[in-house]
């Protein structure tokens, strides 16, 4: 099922929906009531539905819509047909199951809700991998890129989940408000912030609209999706967030010998992963994971976008970057190398990290007295 951004009707047939469902809080979460006398018959056709009272519940974004008894009480049918086939699912309406339903027996068949994960930059390359990864492991999906082309095309391609796509850029300050609306709004299982943009060259060389490119991209979007997703993630109690960065965030202290030249861009990848080290340790017990991935050398149309020529470097798949950076999540690594086979290489990069950082004292160091 495919939802562009620009749609937001409900999925209800017309006849249900004439009026917007209220709103009610229940434990602290919304859930969407249809209200409309209820009779002492179940409704025979479509047209007729808007006289039954409904209630959509979920235990995230969507849920299937759900009738009162024909004794009138409030104990969910959760197995009947024809409701969940005739009336979808409500979009755009957050809801939740009520706690007094807890007790409430599944029917036999009755459809556990999605996931939910939203890929930036995934039309192409890492992003379009982690996006088939999801949908494969049956993972509802909001994809984001530029070409609205590519986000249709990967939408028709999955009929068996729900994509809504969303055409913005986060090169753009509008582009990256809209996506933290929809973090803020949607009860992500997943943020991936993968979009990015390389412009390698020295920072002299760099022009103030491509250097402005690429921070927003690369630091400016990815802060604001994070700061966006992560309290309602807290507030549930459960969600991912993962940052795609590179092993070039090591690479600072490497000599001139090492081209090409890019700082901005070394600069802006060592930027999110100590963002997600600081973050995962603000969200530290609340059930919430933060992770970062830093890849070497990806066969994906990055480099070749930029005019740069990689064919002859070793590179790896972008199906193995995203199987690494999610083993690493499962495995409890903050910060994920896939490429680099003895990860206590990293650990002691941040041993030595924290060293520094304990090391420091009011008193000026003797070498700076002489």
Known sequence: MHEQDTNHGTGVPAAAVSRRPACRTVRGRNVAVLDAPVSGERPAAEADLASYRFLSWSLGRRGYIVGTDDLGDDRPEYGAAPYRSEFARLRHIPATRPAAWAGTPLSKGTPLMSKLALVTGATSGIGKAFA??????????????????????????????????????????????????????????????????????????????????????????????????????????????????????????????VMPRRAVYAGALAYLVAMTQTLAAEVEDSGVKVGVVCPGVVATEFHSSQGLDLSAVPRMSADDLVTGALRGLELGETVSAPGVENHQLLQDVFTADLAAFGGQSPQLATRYTK
């Open 132 to 257: 088939e990864r999801f949908a494969a492991e049956g993972y509802d999906l909001i994809i984001v890129g530029r070409r609205q082309d590519r986000l249709v095309e990967f939408a028709s391609a999955h009929p068996e989940v729900h994509v809504r796509t969303v055409a913005a850029d986060l090169a753009a300050l509008d582009g990256i408000d809209t996506l933290a609306e929809i973090c803020a709004s949607e009860p992500l299982d997943m943020l991936v912030n993968n979009a990015g943009v390389a412009h390698y060259m020295p920072l002299a060389d760099l022009p103030a609209d491509k250097a402005r490119e690429l921070v927003n991209v690369k630091v400016l979007a990815p802060t604001q999706l994070m700061r966006a997703a992560v309290r309602p993630m807290q507030q549930r109690g459960a969600g991912t967030i993962l940052n795609v960065a590179g092993m070039i965030a090591f690479s600072g202290p490497a000599g001139k010998a």
